[in-house]
């Protein structure tokens, strides 16, 4: 359990780094945000959880996912 915040921030690096490959892979950041929104709704996810419950999740949370999407620059 003590070490779980750190085993849940390197699952939070791969899936940030999956979600980037995904953006320059397709090129669709708006579809993307799309299916993070669909998804987020379908799991009942909060866009932003507090930082103490942040430190548990596996996953970015929602709004930073979109934002990071929304952001994203394809690679030349």
Excluded at 41 to 47: W, Y
Aim: charged letters at 20%; hydrophobic letters at 45%; aromatic letters at 4%.
């Amino acid at each position: 359990l003590a070490l779980a915040p750190l085993a849940r921030a390197v699952s939070r690096g791969h899936e940030r780094r999956a979600d980037a490959y995904a953006l320059t892979l397709t090129g669709a950041p708006e579809a993307f945000v799309s299916a993070m929104k669909r998804l987020g709704a379908q799991n009942l996810a909060e866009d932003e959880p507090g930082a103490l419950a942040r430190l548990f999740h596996s996953h970015p949370p929602l709004a930073e996912r979109i934002s990071r999407a929304r952001a994203h620059q394809p690679q030349a």
